[in-house]
Every structure is written in structure tokens, then in C-alpha cells.
């Protein structure tokens, strides 16, 4: 390839990401969340902020995960800014626990509105305050036209927002950068020490614009994610089964 046909795709991926939801960092800010290889599978190499990330999980273990993984993420990306938002009619979260994903629960108001409509009214909302850091929904469905609504306001605002759905019934393209699965690991504790370890997950990138979709396993733990060796990926119903 010539110089100049290269010279000429660059500058047409320059144009085109940010329509689709990538917006490059602003020269000398750090958004790394910490994720390694993980995030190298996104254009530049970077978690994409200011874009509407979907989670799909199935079955309460793994909708628990999910609350967990993007609890992590969120508490990475509250270093700079301060505040999230957390809406859900049921909410799996205790908020005392956040503080071990580096959250004080006094930094993220809790929204539970009744319907799965007012679930996407309050996230388009919260999604258009700019000094957020993040906004996360607990939404069962949602359909293109409001997924839409969101990627507008965060495109406008720069929040990132994080859709968490629970067996959806539809599963359909909508307006996400990407779409995850979060799969609960049995957790890792130190040898000879008693109870419960540190969480681990199955993190799966099902559909990434212009990136590589993978599967990793991930721990959380001393306030920092770390790419699991293979010996320690068995998932977690795998473990059960074996206890038993």
C-alpha cells in the first residue's frame, strides 16, 4: 500500500469512530481502567468513555457478576471525576460493598424507578450531565430508537454509560459500542487462608465496532484487575459441580 492510501484510511478512521461512539483522549489524560490486553481490543488501545457499553447476563449468578465487573470499572473511571448514577427498579447492589471496587457508596445516588420505560427516561437524563463519570441501568429491554437517545446524550456530554441487562427477552442490535457477558469465577482466596477470595470473572467482548472480540479471565483485587494463568480458569459452575 502506497503512503498515501495509507495517509488517506487513517484520516477516514479519524472521521468515522467518533460517529461511531470512539472518541481519542485528549492529549496527556489517562483512561486506562487497567484492563491490559483487554483494552487493546478497541480501537486505539483504549476503553472507549463517552459511549454506551451493553451487558448481557442470564440467570442471578451472572447478573450479580455483571453488577460486580462494572462496579470495578465504574470505581476506575470515578478516580478523576466524581460522581455516578445507578438506576434500577431492583437494584443487585448493596451499596456498602462498593467500597471494595474503590466506590464510597456517599459518591453514587441510587435511582428505582418502577418501569423498564422510566429505567431509559432517568439513564438519557443522568446521561446528560457532564460531570458525571458514569451512569449505570438496570434494564430488562430497550429498544434501538431509545438506545439512540442515549448514545446522543453521551456524545454530547462525554458520560459513559453502562447498560446491564437481565434476561432480556430480545437480544437485537442497539446502539452500544460494545456488548459484554460477564460469567462469575470461583473465587481465588490465599493458600491456607479460610473464606471467601477475591471476585473473578469470565469477561467475554461478544461485538466490538472496529475492534476484536475476546474472552479473558479476570480477578479483582488490592484495587486492581489481573489476567488470570490458564490453570485458574475454570468458571464457576464448573467448581460447583466438582464440590459436589
Not at 467475554?204 to 485458574?232: C, D, M, T, Y
Request: charge should be positive.
Amino acid at each position: 500500500m502506497s503512503g498515501s492510501k495509507h495517509n488517506i484510511i487513517q484520516q477516514l478512521q479519524r472521521e468515522i469512530l467518533p460517529l461511531q461512539g470512539y472518541k481519542l483522549p485528549l492529549q496527556g489524560t489517562d483512561v486506562s481502567i487497567g484492563l491490559g490486553p483487554l483494552e487493546r481490543a478497541f480501537p486505539h488501545g483504549r476503553w472507549p468513555t463517552g459511549a454506551i457499553h451493553e451487558f448481557i447476563a442470564t440467570g442471578s449468578p451472572a447478573a450479580a457478576a455483571t453488577a460486580g465487573f462494572t462496579a470495578a470499572v465504574v470505581g476506575r473511571l470515578m478516580r478523576h471525576t466524581g460522581v455516578a448514577i445507578w438506576i434500577g427498579k431492583k437494584l443487585p447492589v448493596f451499596p456498602g460493598a462498593l467500597d471494595a471496587f474503590g466506590i464510597g457508596a456517599e459518591r453514587v445516588i441510587f435511582i428505582t424507578p418502577d418501569r423498564d420505560q422510566h429505567v431509559a427516561w432517568a439513564m438519557e437524563e443522568a446521561l446528560k450531565c457532564e460531570g458525571l463519570a458514569a451512569v449505570v441501568g438496570h434494564i430488562r429491554d430497550i429498544d434501538a430508537i431509545a438506545s439512540r437517545r442515549l448514545q446522543l446524550a453521551v456524545e454530547q456530554s462525554g458520560v459513559t454509560g453502562f447498560l446491564l441487562r437481565h434476561d432480556p427477552r430480545q437480544i437485537s442490535a442497539i446502539a452500544a459500542v460494545a456488548r459484554w457477558q460477564i460469567t462469575p469465577l470461583a473465587s481465588g482466596g490465599e493458600a491456607g487462608m479460610p473464606g471467601v477470595g477475591s471476585p473473578r470473572w469470565e469477561v467475554a467482548l461478544l461485538k466490538v465496532r472496529n475492534g476484536q472480540p475476546g474472552k479473558w479471565k479476570i480477578e479483582w483485587s488490592a484495587g486492581a484487575f489481573h489476567i488470570l494463568p490458564i490453570e485458574a480458569r475454570r468458571t464457576w459452575p464448573e467448581e460447583k459441580r466438582k464440590a459436589v
